[in-house]
């Protein structure tokens, strides 16, 4: 049985964030805070953390539900953060993207000296700044002390970065372009 707080705390969170709100919304405050919280904890819109200052306050209602509006229909694509558990662990995750820092700046300080790859190099430190970001979205995820509306964010983020089959599989690029790398036989 859906009780009456929850079906107008749904109503509430769902409606579009530019949605104006009824007046004497202040006054639900302590109808709704419970209900408010614990549906946004189930959509992965609100970390429990959290709860010391969103919905704490009687004054403040109306503008927490309009970051939680905002979340909800910000991340209603957004994979549940229990999706990050496909990615590598967020140390291994650092070591790779410090391999790709110190690529990166490989490939700067050969920049100005090799002026007649310049174009080439250009083009490796663009791929190495995008495969930056698809790792940086990976650690994110996998930040386990981050808010979970800011892991899914970053989840939705890496999704679009990949593409589905990629993220759904979980077949990321390497951290740096290898494929730029010579072999000298």
């Known amino acids: 049985m859906v009780h009456y707080p929850y079906l107008l705390a749904m109503v509430l969170l769902s409606n579009p964030p530019g949605a104006a709100d009824p007046p004497g ?8 805070r419970q209900p408010l919280q614990h549906l946004a904890v189930q ?8 709860f010391g200052y969103i919905l704490a306050r009687s004054e403040d209602f109306a503008t927490d539900l309009h970051i939680l ?24 995750v650092n070591d ?3 391999f790709n ?4 700046q490989h490939i700067d300080v050969r920049q100005p000296i090799e002026l007649v ?10 791929e190495t700044e995008r495969l930056y970001q698809v790792w940086d979205k990976v650690r994110e995820a996998r930040c386990d002390y981050y808010y979970v509306a800011v892991r899914r964010q970053a989840l939705k983020n890496l999704r679009e970065l990949v593409g589905d089959e990629a993220y759904y599989t979980a077949e990321l ?12 036989d």
């Open 173 to 184: 690029p390497p951290a740096v372009p290898v494929w730029r790398f010579r072999s000298d």
């Open 117 to 126: 790859h310049w174009w080439e190099l250009r083009t490796t430190l663009q």
């Open 96 to 98: 790779l993207l410090a």
């Open 43 to 50: 959509m992965e819109i609100l970390d429990q953390r959290e």
């Open 69 to 92: 509006r905002h979340r909800y229909h910000e991340l209603a694509n957004a994979p549940s953060v229990d999706d990050s558990a496909r990615f590598p662990e967020r140390a291994v």
């Open 25 to 32: 919304l202040e006054s639900l405050h302590g109808t709704l």
């Open 101 to 104: 820092r110190a690529y990166r």
